[in-house]
């Protein structure tokens, strides 16, 4: 294995995912990980394999334990974002765990993160992400209240979701979409 590039394992560890086995991927990205402790990819791959395999499988073994532990799911890909402050697709995929795992609030502070990464940068485009996250956050807020949206947390996070959708959608601001709806046709 030492003669494969980082790039070739990454690529092998993909494939894997691709096929559904998510635990030679997951195996595959621990190597990589010691091995290379400072590359952002084995983190963010290791959780990714790890978050479809709970998504295709759940996480409950015969005993009625987790399978995989979450809290490092999400130690992982908040490794991957902080390695990679700037990669749009590592920051995401962090936020949509926390939503995937009820942490509304830290998902709401990750997308904000987002939306700066999209806001100082020409080269970044984040809207497919945040019209993405939008959607996974007013699911989770509707399961959360069991669709009651006047519940606190409903009113507390649905005008952000609603924002995020905006946002995703190429509004430079939730104002200037607003400005669109106000148009006499």
Do not use: C
Not at 23 to 42: C, L, R, V
Not at 68 to 83: H, P, T, V
């Amino acid at each position: 294995m030492s003669d494969m590039s980082s790039e070739d394992i990454i690529t092998d560890a993909a494939q894997h995912i691709t096929a559904g086995d998510y635990a030679s991927a997951m195996s595959i990205f621990d190597d990589f990980i010691k091995q290379n402790p400072d590359d952002p990819a084995g983190y963010h791959g290791w959780a990714e394999a790890a978050l479809f395999d709970i998504q295709e499988n759940g996480n409950l073994d015969d005993k009625g334990n987790d399978r995989i532990n979450e809290g490092q799911i999400n130690a992982y890909f908040r490794k991957a974002a902080g390695l990679a402050p700037d990669n749009a697709d590592y920051n995401a995929a962090y936020a949509n765990a926390l939503v995937e795992f009820d942490r509304i609030p830290m998902a709401v502070r990750q997308l904000h993160k987002l939306v700066e990464i999209g806001q100082t940068s020409d080269d970044v485009d984040v809207s497919f992400h945040l019209y993405e996250a939008a959607r996974g956050l007013i699911d989770a807020i509707d399961l959360k209240t069991n669709f009651d949206r006047s519940a606190p947390i409903a009113r507390q996070y649905i005008k952000e979701a609603v924002n995020f959708a905006l946002l995703g959608l190429g509004f430079s601001s939730s104002e200037e979409a607003v400005e669109y709806l106000a148009l006499d046709e």
